[in-house]
C-alpha cells in the first residue's frame, strides 16, 4: 500500500476523478465533433477549471471528513464512511456526464436539473431505454471501467491516521476546507462563479464542452427564478417595447377563419423547407411556396417543451429552467385557445405521445384548450410506434375526423412527433423514404408523406376554404454535420402561414421572423381587435425588433447577414454603434420579460 501524508493522499484520489471527468469530456467531444470543430488546448485547460470547481462542490463532505483529524478509535468507522461517499459521489458525477455524452446532441445543451428530474420520471424514458442501451452500450461499459478503476487506485492509496492533539492536522484540516471553498466558488470574486462565466473564457459554441453536467445540474438546483432585470425607467422601457400590445387587424381574410397549426418535430431550415439547401421535405415545401412564407425564420426554442408556450402564448424559455416546468407556469397567462375563446372558437391539441409526455396536457389545459387528444383518446396502440407515440401518418388523418367534430370557427394545433430520435420509419414507407446525411433526414421524408396524407383529406373537407394553416418547426433537429451546426443553423427553421384564397402578401427574402412573433401576426391576420401579451411582435409591425435565442445564460440575436450578437450583462468588450442599438432593444425585451414572470403580469 502506498501511504502518503493527508494532503498528497487526498489530492491523489481527487486528481482520479479530474482525469475521469476530462476524459468525459474527450467521449462528448468525440461524439459531438461537428459541433465543437474548434475546440482547442486552451478549452481544455478552461474545462479542467470547471471540472476542479464542481469536484470541490460535490466532494466537500468527503472532504471534511478526510481532513478531520479525529484520531485512531474512530478511524476504521471514518474509513467505511468516508468509501461510501467517494463511491456515491464519483458515481453520481460520472452517470451525470455520461448522460449527456449519448443525450447531447439531442439538445445541444448541458442538463439543468429540473430536465434531469423530468426525464427521469418521464414514462418515455423507459420505453427508449433499450433504444440507448443498444446504442451507447460502449458508454455504460466505460462508466463501469472508469468507476472501478478510480475505486481500485482508491484503496491503493491509504491515508495516514492523523493525531487529534496535533497543531499541524488542525492547520492542514483548515487549509483544506479554505482551499476547498475557494475552489468550489472558482475563486475569490464577490459571487460564486456560476454557467455564465464559461463564455467569459470562451465561445458560446464551444461552451457547453468547458461545462460538464455535474456543475450545471447543482447551479440549477435551487434555481427560484430568473432576476427582474431594471435596465431602463418603466417610461422607458415601454416605449422601447412593450408586451401588452394591441391587434392592428390587417382585412386580408373575411369572416373568422378556422385555424390549424401543425407544428412540426425538429424541421429544422437545413432539412426542410424551401430555403434549405438539401430539403427532404418535397410536398410540405411546395405547399410553402404558395404561403406567406419566411425564409429565415428563427427558433427561440431549442426542445419540444420549450417550444410549445414558445409558439401558443408568445413565451419564451429565456432562463435555465424550462418554462413548463417552472413555478412560472402557474402565473396568470394566455395563449391562443384562451384569446381565440372570446371570439367563439373552440379548440383541440393533438399529439400523439403517451398523455403527460412533456406535461403538454397539463399546459394545453392551463393555456385553455377545450379538448386534448393523445394516444389515450386515439385508442389504437396497433399504431403505436413503440417509443413515442402514434405514427403520424395515421394520427394526422385522424386528427381531421376530430377537427370535423369542432365547432366553427375552431383553432386546432398538431404537433407531430415521428421525427425524433430513434427515427422509427414504419415498414410500409421504408422503401418510400429519402435517405440523408444524418438520420432525421429519413424521417422529415416519412413525415412528409404523412403530411402529403393529411393535407389531401384535409382539402376534402368543408372548413378547408375558410381555413388559415400555419407551418412551423418546434426547433432545429441533431446533425452531425460541421457545415450545419452554427449558431444561425442551430435556430433556423421553415415559418409560414397559408390561406386556400391565396390572399396572403409574400414576405421579402431574409426578413427576419421568430417563433414568439406568431401568435401577434396571427391574430392580425384573424382580424380581431383584442389587447394580449406577446415577447414578439407582428410581422406587420413597423417596429424592427431584434430576434432572440437563448443558450448558456446569453441572448442571441439574429439577422441575415450579419454574425449572431451573443450579449449577456456581464461581457465588458466594445460594441459598434450598430450592436449598441440592438443590444439596447434587447435589454428592453429582456427586462419587460423577467418583469413579467417575476411579477405575474403576462395578461393585459
Known amino acids: 500500500m502506498i501511504r502518503r501524508n493527508n494532503g498528497i493522499n487526498l489530492l491523489i484520489k481527487l486528481s482520479l476523478v479530474l482525469i475521469v471527468l476530462e476524459l468525459y469530456r474527450i467521449l ?9 470543430s474548434d475546440f482547442g488546448f486552451y478549452e481544455h485547460v478552461i474545462g479542467i477549471w470547471f471540472d476542479a470547481i464542481t469536484i470541490a462542490l460535490y466532494f466537500l463532505p468527503f472532504i471534511i471528513l478526510f481532513l478531520i483529524p479525529l484520531g485512531e478509535k474512530v478511524e476504521k468507522i471514518k474509513s ?58 460502449w458508454l455504460i461499459l466505460f462508466y463501469i471501467i472508469s468507476l472501478c478503476g478510480i475505486l481500485f487506485v482508491y484503496f ?4 495516514p491516521v492523523s493525531d487529534p492533539k496535533s497543531f499541524g492536522s488542525w492547520i492542514g484540516f483548515l487549509f483544506g476546507i479554505f482551499l476547498s471553498i475557494v475552489i468550489g466558488r472558482g475563486g475569490f470574486q464577490l459571487k460564486p462563479i456560476g454557467i455564465i462565466e464559461s463564455t467569459n473564457y470562451c465561445s458560446l459554441k464551444n461552451s457547453p464542452a468547458v461545462l460538464n453536467s455535474a456543475f450545471t445540474i447543482i447551479k440549477t438546483y435551487d434555481f427560484v427564478g430568473v432576476e427582474a432585470k431594471k435596465y431602463f425607467s418603466e ?10 400590445q394591441k391587434s392592428q387587424p390587417q382585412n386580408i381574410l373575411k369572416g373568422k377563419p378556422n385555424v390549424v397549426f401543425i407544428l412540426l418535430e425538429s424541421f429544422g431550415t437545413m432539412y426542410s423547407g424551401p430555403a434549405s439547401p438539401e430539403s427532404y421535405s418535397p410536398y410540405l415545401d411546395s405547399i410553402l411556396n404558395q404561403s406567406m412564407y419566411f425564409d429565415y425564420g428563427i427558433a427561440n426554442a431549442r426542445t419540444s417543451m420549450d417550444a410549445l408556450p414558445t409558439v401558443v402564448s408568445s413565451i419564451p424559455t429565456w432562463m435555465n429552467e424550462s418554462f413548463i416546468l417552472s413555478s412560472y407556469s ?25 398523455n403527460g409526455s412533456m406535461r403538454f396536457d397539463a399546459y394545453a389545459s392551463a393555456v385553455g384548450f377545450d379538448h386534448y387528444f393523445g394516444r389515450k383518446e386515439y385508442n389504437n396502440d396497433k399504431h403505436y410506434d413503440g417509443n413515442w407515440g402514434i405514427m403520424d401518418h395515421h394520427f394526422m388523418n385522424w386528427s381531421i375526423d376530430r377537427m ?105 427574402s431574409g426578413k427576419p ?32 425588433l431584434p430576434k432572440i435565442a437563448y443558450s448558456t445564460e ?43 414572470l417575476v411579477e405575474n403580469k403576462m395578461k393585459p
Open 554 to 596: 446569453n441572448l442571441i440575436a439574429f439577422e441575415k447577414g450579419y454574425e449572431p450578437l451573443t450579449w449577456n450583462d456581464k461581457r465588458k468588450i466594445k460594441w459598434t454603434l450598430k450592436e449598441k442599438k440592438k443590444i439596447r432593444f434587447i435589454k428592453a425585451i429582456y427586462q419587460q420579460y423577467s418583469t413579467s
Open 404 to 508: 370535423d367534430e369542432l365547432k366553427k370557427p375552431f383553432f386546432s394545433m398538431i404537433f407531430t412527433l415521428s421525427s425524433h430520435h430513434p427515427f422509427t420509419i414504419p415498414k410500409e414507407f421504408k422503401k418510400k423514404v429519402t435517405r440523408g446525411p444524418d438520420p432525421l433526414c429519413a424521417t422529415i421524408s416519412y413525415v412528409d408523406f404523412a403530411f402529403k396524407s393529411f393535407w389531401e383529406k384535409a382539402q376534402k373537407q368543408d372548413w378547408f376554404e375558410n381555413t388559415l394553416f400555419i407551418f412551423c418547426a418546434d426547433h432545429v433537429g441533431p446533425t452531425s454535420r460541421s457545415d450545419r451546426t452554427s449558431l444561425e443553423w442551430s435556430h433556423r427553421i421553415p415559418i409560414a402561414f397559408y390561406h386556400p384564397s391565396g390572399k396572403l402578401p409574400k414576405m421579402k
Open 156 to 159: 491503493k492509496v491509504k491515508k
Open 28 to 36: 462528448l467531444l468525440i461524439t459531438n465533433s461537428k459541433s465543437f
Open 330 to 354: 402557474s402565473n396568470q397567462f394566455q395563449g391562443f385557445p384562451s384569446i381565440l375563446k372570446q371570439e367563439g372558437y373552440e379548440s383541440a391539441f393533438f399529439h400523439g405521445a403517451s
Open 513 to 544: 421572423f421568430q417563433q414568439i412573433d406568431i401568435l401577434p401576426t396571427t391574430l392580425d391576420l384573424l382580424n380581431i381587435e383584442t389587447a394580449f401579451f406577446a415577447c414578439g411582435i407582428s410581422c406587420f409591425s413597423y417596429k424592427k
Open 235 to 244: 417610461k422607458e422601457v415601454n416605449r422601447l417595447f412593450n408586451p401588452i
Open 80 to 137: 467505511y464512511i468516508l468509501t461510501f461517499l467517494f463511491i456515491l459521489t464519483s458515481a453520481l458525477i460520472f452517470f451525470f456526464n455520461a448522460w449527456d455524452v449519448a443525450y447531447f446532441s439531442y439538445t445541444e445543451k448541458r442538463t439543468s436539473y429540473d430536465y434531469l428530474i423530468y426525464m427521469l420520471n418521464n414514462p418515455e424514458t423507459g420505453s427508449l431505454a433499450g433504444e440507448f442501451l443498444l446504442e451507447f452500450w
